[in-house]
Every structure is written in C-alpha cells, then in structure tokens.
C-alpha cells in the first residue's frame, strides 16, 4: 500500500494536473511595473499601454513588424574566427558564445534581411541585445559589411537597428577593429548614393555610437532610448555632478540636434517607408536630406510631388 500511496499515485496526480498552459502569461513592465498580459503586450509591438515604455525586441519581431506581410529573406553571413585571442575571465570566451548561441538561436548579435517596404526593396540589419549585450564583434562587422554590400547590389537603402553595449572586449583590439571597417562599409552606400537610415533603440552605447549608429542620413530613436558613449553612472562618477534629467536618453539627444526623429513603435514602419520613398525619389531632384526629414516628420501623408521643393519655397 505504501508503495501505491509513496510512488504511483504522485505520478497520476502530476498527470492528471498537468499546466495546459505556459507560466509566463504575465510580463511586468521594467519601467512602471505594471502587470502586462503577453497576449495584449504582444499586440502593442511590446510597448507597455499604461507608460509607453519601449521594451527590448529582437531582429525576428522587428522584421515581421517592418516587412510587407512580414516577408522576408535573411541572408547567410560570412563565417569568422572563433574566439581568435583565447580569451577567458570568468568564463571562456567559448563558452559565452555557446551560452548566446542556445539562448537566441542567432549565430551572432546581429541578423540582416532583406525584403519589401511598402513596396520599396530594403535591406534591414537588427542587432540583438540578448545575444551578449548586443556587442560590436567580428562577425557584426562581417554582417554589417555584407548588408552595405546587398544594398548596393540590389540599389536599395540599408536600414540599421542598433543596440549595444559596446565593443566585445573578449575580442580585443579585433573587435575596435570594425569601427573603421564599418565606417568605411557605410562610405561606400553613400558614393553609390544610396540611403542609409539609422533607427538606435535602447540601449545604444560605446564603439557602436562611436562608428556606424551616428552616421545616417537619418537618425531616428524610439523614445526613452539610452544613446551614449560612457554611460551616466560612469559621467556622475567622473566629473562628481549630478547630470539633468533623461541626460543621454532619446528626447535629450532629440532637443539637443543629434537626432532627426523620436519615433513610437508603432509608426516606425510608416515613418520608414515614406523616408525610403522621399530620399530614394529626392536623389534626381534638388532635395536636401534635411527637408525630406522635414516632411517626412511633419506631414505623414505627404508624397514627394506634395512637398514644396526648394524652388517653390523661394
């Protein structure tokens, strides 16, 4: 009797009260702390509806959320050399990388697509913060390389979506080394005349704001984003002042003329679109980036043939 009461009927219980239905129902809002539904958290392109607080996605969400019927095609990119220096700290280098691997699914930390956008070829580069802080590696490098290069074989524009920590320090003086590559990547779309559209999201940090993330011909953010170069612990600590309100934050960086646009989730895809569709049609007219950032911020419904052009305004 012990027997039946001690081993067989736990296992039936466990059984028969069995979860049809998965523990992570609710997700708590980092910002406010508001319980979120997934279901609606999900509808809302994981944007808390009770502070507006824009949580991290990854490169899969942004592409569904960006591409025409959310279809897309992700390109292979090239291999690089795995863990080049041997590094350890805590944990190997190695090991890192396979704890990333099996947590994402991604190779690396960033997944480049390309399809259409509102009827208009794209190209879009998304850096996932969950795969090691998102950090500018050499496979980044290559996959940002690569992207640069398919937006000029195709003549579309390259759209990047940053998110980083930084540099990867396992890599080295390696990973410093895509600064340059990169910038020089980024240089080669702009002679082909070509669009290139940086959207930072939260956060965007270190050697990634100090090479590709500033270099669009349109800088755009999701509100609240942290954009910086040290962080504002790291400042306080520094210079021993309290820095302002939201200092480094996306609305501060907005006022201050770094940023052309702080954009909410949701209008991200129609504010792309008409940008790609302006800038593409203004590289055989006189139109000037900063005008087509103008009316393309101020007038969503307006067309290339609706705006005034510099003639008209004179």
């Not at 509806?49 to 279809?71: S, T, W, Y």
């Not at 190695?94 to 794209?122: F, P, Y």
């Not at 996959?143 to 990867?168: D, E, M, S, V």
């Amino acid at each position: 009797m012990n027997w039946l009461t001690n081993k067989v009927l736990p296992k039936i219980r466990k059984l028969a009260t069995a979860k049809d239905t998965p523990d992570n129902l609710w997700v708590k809002c980092p910002e406010c702390g508001e319980m979120l539904f997934h279901n609606d958290l999900a509808a809302n392109t994981n944007v808390c509806n009770h502070c507006e607080h824009h949580m991290r996605i990854g490169p899969v969400q942004r592409f569904r959320a960006l591409f025409d019927d959310a279809k897309y095609d992700v390109i292979e990119l090239p291999d690089v050399q795995i863990d080049p220096l041997k590094f350890r700290d805590s944990k190997k280098y190695m090991d890192r990388l396979k704890d990333a691997r099996g947590k994402t699914g991604d190779k690396d930390a960033m997944i480049v697509a390309h399809g259409k956008l509102s009827g208009n070829a794209a190209v879009v580069g998304v850096q996932n913060f969950n795969f090691m802080g998102g950090s500018l590696g050499m496979a980044v490098g290559e996959a940002i390389i690569a992207a640069a290069k398919l937006a000029i074989l195709q003549k579309a524009p390259l759209i990047l979506f940053t998110a980083a920590g930084g540099a990867r320090m396992q890599e080295g003086i390696l990973s410093l080394m895509q600064m340059p590559r990169t910038t020089v990547a980024i240089q080669r779309l702009k002679e082909a005349r070509l669009p290139f559209i940086v959207v930072l999201t939260d956060p965007t940090t270190g050697g990634v704001t100090a090479s590709y993330a500033m270099l669009g011909d349109v800088q755009i953010s999701e509100p609240g984003a942290l954009i910086c170069f040290a962080g504002p612990r790291v400042i306080e600590e520094t210079i021993r002042e309290k820095l302002p309100e939201g200092f480094q934050r996306a609305e501060f960086l907005l006022d201050k003329g770094m940023l052309d646009m702080v954009v909410h989730r949701r209008d991200m895809k129609e504010t792309l679109a008409r940008l790609v569709d302006l800038i593409s049609n203004k590289l055989e007219s006189k139109r000037n980036i900063a005008e087509v950032v103008e009316v393309a911020a101020e007038t969503p419904e307006a067309t290339i043939d609706e705006a005034p052009t510099p003639s008209d305004k004179d």
